[in-house]
């Protein structure tokens, strides 16, 4: 386990394989950073990304290929492992957006941030890191 760690949600997934900058971001700290993924948000970008791509007019098989290449990089977080935390997630997210607790969870079972442009999180009382500002946390 990396000194750091931090909560990746399935739309910061997705932005790694539409664009380079969250896919080299990854890439660079990948040695240096646990980059944890609750199994749901994986599902979810699965599910998303032909959509996204399809109103594109692109073929999706390359980015979920690249994906599935992407995902060894990541510590992929069952859901029996942060479940422990859901009540506490959901109390925190009922105002906002429920169905995003299991990410909220995981970043409490590793007490670390959340990389995320969602402002649903905003208010929850997790820190948050957005694409624009997460260099501050991964070189610090």
């Known amino acids: 386990m990396s000194l750091k760690s931090i909560v990746l949600d399935a739309n910061t997934l997705i932005r790694s394989v539409l664009g380079?900058?969250?896919?080299?971001?990854?890439?660079?700290?990948?040695?240096?950073?646990?980059?944890?993924?609750?199994?749901?948000?994986?599902?979810?970008?699965?599910?998303?990304?032909p959509q996204i791509f399809e109103k594109r007019n692109m073929p999706s098989e390359p980015a979920i290929a690249l994906l599935e290449k992407l995902k060894a990089l990541f510590n992929i977080v069952d859901k029996e492992i942060y479940k422990q935390?859901?009540?506490?997630?959901?109390?925190?997210?009922k105002a906002r957006d429920i169905n995003d607790w299991p990410i909220v969870a995981t970043a409490l079972t590793f007490s670390c941030p959340i990389w995320t442009e969602d402002k649903d999180f905003f208010g929850s009382g997790m820190p948050t890191w957005t694409t624009d500002r997460i260099h501050i946390f991964l070189q610090q």
Not at 20 to 48: G, H, M, S, W
Not at 85 to 93: C, N, Q
Request: a negative charge; proline letters at 3%; charged letters at 30%.
């Open 20 to 49: 380079e900058t969250v896919r080299n971001i990854i890439i660079q700290y990948q040695e240096k950073i646990d980059f944890f993924v609750p199994d749901v948000c994986l599902i979810d970008a699965v599910k998303y990304i």
């Open 85 to 93: 935390y859901s009540h506490d997630a959901k109390e925190r997210m």
